[in-house]
């Protein structure tokens, strides 16, 4: 495996444990022992470091190595009225501007969607969710709103894979995503805008709640303490990833 695929492969499994929770909010990363975790030498692991760091995953400090980025609900709320505008602005462009072939890879992405969610695969719905939100966004051709959606969404993927935690909300936001898909289809702008701008926010104040409700000391970090990266039992343990120790 060439060191540039390494530094993805490892970023996006370091990325899921992030998003999951795996790895909490606010705590250091422990180097040496992710590094057993996933099968690889340190300088893959600093390199993917970086990845997530230009992401506003992670924050590199001098000294003390990389920690989980913190953020307030109300930095996320900010990043979510970002969203919502720039779906505003995207739906009818992408409706006008969209080649047939991308209406077609969404109408894909959304069927896989349906089966993750029908066996119960949270982490590749929502891998999928986030592709599709991006396919529409990329669709209305417009490089500086893909750019700037795609730092803004990344920055906040963590929250908003809480809220399909929430089993009554990720059935409704399936449900959504097949009036999305319809007009998005039918290339009807105007609706697609306002169903995107409802989804989101229905979305966000089932999130904010239970992120308000996990965390009611808003914008206060914890303690420091060590980083726990050991496996969680549940789910049967990570997969090593291949390592170029060469």
């Given at each position: 495996?060439?060191r540039?695929?390494?530094?993805?492969?490892?970023?996006?499994?370091?990325?899921?444990?992030?998003v999951?929770?795996?790895?909490?909010?606010?705590?250091?990363?422990?180097?040496?022992?992710?590094?057993e975790?996933?099968g690889?030498?340190?300088?893959?692991?600093r390199?993917?470091f970086?990845?997530?760091?230009?992401?506003?995953?992670?924050?590199?400090?001098?000294?003390?190595?990389?920690?989980?980025?913190q953020?307030?609900?109300?930095?996320v709320?900010?990043a979510?009225?970002?969203?919502?505008?720039?779906?505003?602005?995207a739906?009818?462009?992408a409706?006008?501007?969209?080649?047939?072939?991308e209406?077609?890879a969404?109408?894909?992405?959304?069927?896989?969607?349906?089966?993750?969610?029908?066996?119960?695969?949270l982490m590749?719905?929502?891998?999928l969710n986030q592709a599709?939100?991006?396919g529409?966004?990329?669709?209305a051709?417009?490089?500086?709103?893909?750019?700037v959606?795609?730092?803004?969404s990344?920055?906040?993927?963590?929250y908003?894979?809480t809220?399909?935690?929430?089993?009554?909300?990720?059935?409704?936001?399936?449900?959504?995503?097949?009036q999305?898909?319809?007009?998005?289809?039918?290339?009807?702008?105007?609706?697609l805008?306002?169903?995107?701008?409802?989804?989101?926010?229905?979305?966000?104040?089932?999130?904010?709640?239970?992120?308000?409700?996990a965390a009611?000391?808003?914008?206060?970090?914890?303690?420091?303490?060590?980083?726990?990266?050991?496996?969680?039992?549940?789910?049967g343990?990570?997969p090593?990833?291949?390592?170029?120790?060469?």
């Amino acid at each position: 495996m060439s060191r540039g695929r390494l530094t993805s492969v490892v970023a996006e499994r370091i990325r899921d444990m992030i998003v999951g929770g795996d790895l909490p909010a606010g705590e250091r990363i422990g180097e040496r022992a992710l590094m057993e975790r996933l099968g690889i030498t340190r300088t893959p692991l600093r390199e993917a470091f970086k990845v997530l760091a230009a992401e506003g995953l992670v924050e590199i400090v001098p000294n003390r190595g990389a920690l989980v980025t913190q953020l307030s609900l109300a930095d996320v709320d900010a990043a979510i009225e970002v969203l919502v505008g720039l779906e505003t602005i995207a739906a009818p462009l992408a409706c006008e501007r969209a080649l047939e072939d991308e209406i077609t890879a969404i109408a894909d992405l959304h069927r896989r969607m349906v089966e993750a969610h029908g066996t119960g695969d949270l982490m590749g719905y929502f891998h999928l969710n986030q592709a599709i939100h991006q396919g529409i966004v990329d669709a209305a051709h417009n490089a500086a709103l893909s750019r700037v959606y795609r730092s803004e969404s990344a920055r906040i993927r963590r929250y908003r894979y809480t809220g399909n935690l929430d089993g009554v909300r990720w059935a409704r936001a399936l449900h959504e995503h097949a009036q999305i898909l319809d007009a998005f289809q039918q290339r009807a702008g105007a609706l697609l805008r306002e169903i995107l701008r409802a989804h989101h926010l229905a979305g966000w104040r089932v999130t904010r709640a239970m992120l308000a409700d996990a965390a009611p000391h808003e914008g206060r970090r914890p303690a420091r303490r060590r980083s726990r990266t050991k496996e969680n039992p549940a789910q049967g343990g990570a997969p090593s990833v291949p390592s170029n120790r060469q």
